[in-house]
Each structure stands twice: as C-alpha cells, then as structure tokens.
C-alpha cells in the first residue's frame, strides 16, 4: 500500500467513525474544502472517500451536495431483521465450523461480554463479541455483510439510552449465546442470536422511532 493510498484509507476510517458516532449528524451537509482542511489533506483523498461512504449507505447526495443518511424507521427494521438471519446463521457455522481455538476465545471473552458496562461502551463490547462468533462461521462474505449492516448511527444512539436493566438483559443473552456456541448446539445459537437482534431492534423502536 503506498503512502497516498495509506493517507486514504485513514480519512475513510475517521469520516466513517465520525458519522457512526455522531460527530458527522444525519442530514448534515459535508463540504469537500471544510474537511481536507480539518483532516489536513488535499480534496482528491476526499472525494475517493465520500464515494466510499456513499457505497457504504452512511451519505447520501442531494442536490449536488453530500449528506449524512437519515434511515427511515422501515429500513432500520429491515436492517435488524436482516442483522439477525446473518448473525444467527453465523452463530449456527460457528456451532458447526468453529475451531477448538476460535471457541476458546468466545469462551475467554464471557467476563467482558457479561460484565456491567456504561451505556457508551455497550456497542464496542457488543461488537468485539459478536465478531468472535462471526469469525469462528469461517465465512469471510458473510461477516463483511454483518459488518456492513452494523455501521449506523442509531446504533449509538440507542445504546446510550440503555437502562441498566437494558444491560444486565444484554448480558443475559451474551452468557446464554455463549453456553450454546461452546456446546455446539447450533440450533439454540441461531435462535439465541437471532432473539438479541430483534430486542435490539424492539429498543431502538420504544427509544428512538
């Protein structure tokens, strides 16, 4: 990878991190000059990146204008429900497929998993569990699908609205997630993912729809 394209790669990932976290707001309007100045490079890594985002579904052009994408409450049910057929069918490979290895790490991760977190670091800890299951599937087009649907903005934002009976139920599920991926039982690991998904959707639409 050469510098340039190094220097790309790092705006891509701080615009991306800005919008999923809220520092880029949804329906705000990104102006080319205002962030080569900000992130100190020239437009052309820039407009590379904005197309990149674009793909991604986080902006969106209006007007000849790029924007911060506002999902509607129809395409954030439909991204969940989409989450939870992709990570419970992860969750089933990851009964059949997963390597000793690969299942002791989603067994070293239970005290992180399952321990009471602040609302703010709820995604982070979500994210790196599910991504040890996701890994063990053994199926790289899959887990960049899974990937790809859980770059959104409300994701934050409902996770910062968690109570702490919210959390500890979150953790519940993990420990439960957890016993059935270590078991091999494939059937209960689906339907357990499955099952967290959709709570997740269900807070999102009592706290944010």
Known sequence: MTDTDRRAEAVYRQLRWDIVHGVLRPNETLVETELAERLSVSRTPIRECLQRLAADGLIVLRRRRWQVYEHTPDQIREIYETRACLEGFAARLACERGTDEQLAAIAAARDAAT???????????????????????????????????????????VAALYTPDDLAESSRQHAAIIDAVLARDADTAEQLVRTHVLDALTQIQKKLL
Do not use: K, Q, W
């Open 115 to 157: 321990a009471p977190t602040s609302p703010g670091d709820r995604v982070g800890v979500n994210d790196t569990f599910h991504d040890l299951v996701n890994a063990a599937a053994g199926n790289e087009r899959l887990r960049d699908l899974i990937d790809r649907n859980r770059l959104y903005h409300f994701n934050h934002r």
